[in-house]
């Protein structure tokens, strides 16, 4: 069972950055592709970011892709969202999740076996 904790979220005006963390404990860190979620009031939960085992490959959303960078740290179990250049409509609360490796770099919900519970971002115009 893998247990992860996501921080680093906060209010922020539309241009700032923000740094996510998520710790993972309770299993093989290296053993999981590792993803970013997020879901604003009203909406589905959507794909934001996935990394792979080894950090070698990454896919992103076409409304994050250049402004979020996801990457991962496996000596310290912590799998990372940078997000620059805010907008508004990033506005969410922020989930990470683990897959299986044998997923690969999945951009679907369903493929993810373990969730955080969440960390709230407030992006203000």
């Known amino acids: 069972q893998v247990q992860l904790l996501e921080s680093g979220g906060g209010l922020v005006q539309a241009g700032d950055s923000l740094r996510l963390s998520c710790l993972a404990s309770?299993?093989?860190?290296?053993?999981?592709?590792m993803g970013w979620f997020r879901q604003a009031p009203g909406r589905e939960r959507e794909f934001v970011a996935v990394?792979?085992?080894?950090?070698?490959?990454?896919r992103y959303s076409d409304s994050v892709k250049g402004r979020f960078t996801i990457s991962r740290d496996n000596a310290k179990n912590t799998v990372y969202l940078q997000m620059n250049s805010l907008k508004p409509e990033d506005t969410a609360v922020y989930y990470c999740?683990?897959?299986?490796?044998?997923?690969?770099?999945?951009?679907?919900?369903?493929?993810?076996?373990?969730w955080g519970q969440g960390t709230q971002v407030t992006v203000s115009s």
């Open positions: 990394i792979s085992t080894n950090g070698a490959n990454t």
């Open positions: 999740a683990a897959a299986f490796a044998y997923r690969g770099t999945s951009i679907s919900r369903a493929n993810y076996a373990y």
């Open positions: 309770g299993g093989t860190f290296s053993s999981y592709g």
